[in-house]
């Protein structure tokens, strides 16, 4: 099975910073990555799709890039909105151990 | 608008049993494979069982195989998840989510809003 984690596990960061975090698989999964956004008491929302492809709706302040088996989720300028818990997925061998283990964002 | 809509949380004792509800609406249900996903308090997004479009294929995590049940009723644009024998660890909101499937990838879109099923004598 495909094993995904992320990094760091939480983060601290003020509002205008610029934020990166990091899945790595453990095997290559191409760009079969996506990243979601769980602020809490809510459902996951879908960010980034296919590593890097932002999906309709979502603030051109994030970004995905990578392929293979590093992958990072960008955000470039925080805004209050954006304190949550970030999960990649990989889609290459759904669906077991399919998610990473969260990072969770927080004001500093 | 695409939306999903679980129901059927609740308190229940350790062995017993409880059915979950997904009611699918904006989209053609029957054309897409759909998933559970659960999340214990305070813990992470974990896969439990997905269906495919016409219900004749199905999966499940190791932790629920052979206790939980998925099916779906295309005719009532309506996904189930039959939990019985639950236990203490089976504690946790469940989701249900559609998955997309494309040329190039595949990705949960949308979920619902989940429903909270508790396992506590």
């Known amino acids: 099975d495909i094993q995904m984690t992320q990094s760091p596990s939480s983060l601290s960061a003020s509002v205008g910073d610029r934020v990166t975090i990091t899945c790595r698989a453990s095997?290559?999964?191409?760009?079969?990555l996506n990243w979601y956004q769980q602020k809490p008491g809510k459902a996951p929302k879908l960010l980034i799709y296919?590593?890097?492809s932002l999906q309709s709706g979502v603030p051109s302040r994030f970004s995905g890039s990578g392929s293979e088996t590093d992958f990072t989720l960008t955000i470039s300028s925080l805004q209050p909105e954006d304190f949550a818990t970030y999960y990649c997925?990989?889609?290459?061998?759904?669906?077991?151990?399919?998610f990473g283990q969260g990072t969770k964002l927080e004001i500093k | 608008e695409v939306q999903l809509v679980e129901s059927g949380g609740g308190l229940v004792q350790p062995g017993g049993s409880l059915r979950l509800s997904c009611a699918a609406s904006g989209f053609t249900f029957s054309s897409y494979w759909m998933h559970w996903v659960r999340q214990a308090p305070g813990k992470g997004l974990v896969w439990v069982s997905r269906?495919?479009?016409?219900?004749?294929?199905?999966s499940y995590a190791d932790s629920v195989k052979g206790r939980f049940t998925i099916s779906r009723d295309n005719a009532k644009n309506t996904l189930y998840l039959q939990m019985n024998s639950l236990r203490a660890e089976d504690t946790a909101v469940y989701y249900c989510?559609?998955?997309?499937?494309?040329?190039?990838?595949?990705?949960?879109?949308?979920w619902g809003q989940g429903t909270l099923v508790t396992v506590s004598s």
């Open positions: 296919a590593a890097s």
């Open positions: 095997q290559s999964i191409s760009s079969y």
């Open positions: 269906i495919n479009g016409d219900g004749s294929s199905t």
């Open positions: 997925q990989q889609s290459y061998s759904l669906p077991r151990n399919s």
């Open positions: 989510a559609r998955e997309v499937i494309t040329a190039i990838n595949n990705w949960f879109d949308p």
